[in-house]
């Protein structure tokens, strides 16, 4: 399985982005994906979360400005992400429990970096 992110790049502040991250190999399941956010010194923090039912969860500091969704269909979550700040300037890393032929584990995918800065 990998997950595959993409969308970063660099946004003024109050501008909008969008990550896409996409889910491939030989899944069965896919119980839930979501965002974490990394910057210098600091531990990777939980941005947001989906599971397959659709219910989400956000850190507080993004509420009412990113939402999360998936399509199930093609294996994929998206983060829109508007009225960006410069304290959202991150390296967004897609993650996903997923059950493959392999059994269920955890992913990550590489690393897509968001600059907000004008």
């Known amino acids: 399985v990998q997950l595959q992110a993409s969308g970063g790049g660099l946004v003024q502040p109050g501008g909008s982005l969008r990550l896409t991250c996409a889910a491939s190999?030989?899944?069965?399941?896919?119980?839930?994906m979501g965002w974490y956010r990394q910057t210098p010194g600091k531990q990777r923090e939980l941005v947001a979360v989906i599971t397959s039912a659709g219910s989400t969860s956000y850190a507080d500091s993004v509420k009412g400005r990113f939402t999360i969704s998936r399509d199930n269909a093609k294996n994929t979550v998206d983060l829109q992400m508007n009225s960006l700040k410069s304290e959202d300037t991150a390296v967004y890393y897609c993650?996903?429990?997923?059950?493959?032929?392999?059994?269920?584990?955890?992913?990550w995918g590489q690393g897509t970096l968001v600059t907000v800065s004008s």
């Open positions: 190999g030989s899944i069965l399941s896919i119980l839930s």
């Open positions: 993650n996903g429990n997923i059950r493959s032929v392999l059994g269920l584990a955890n992913y």
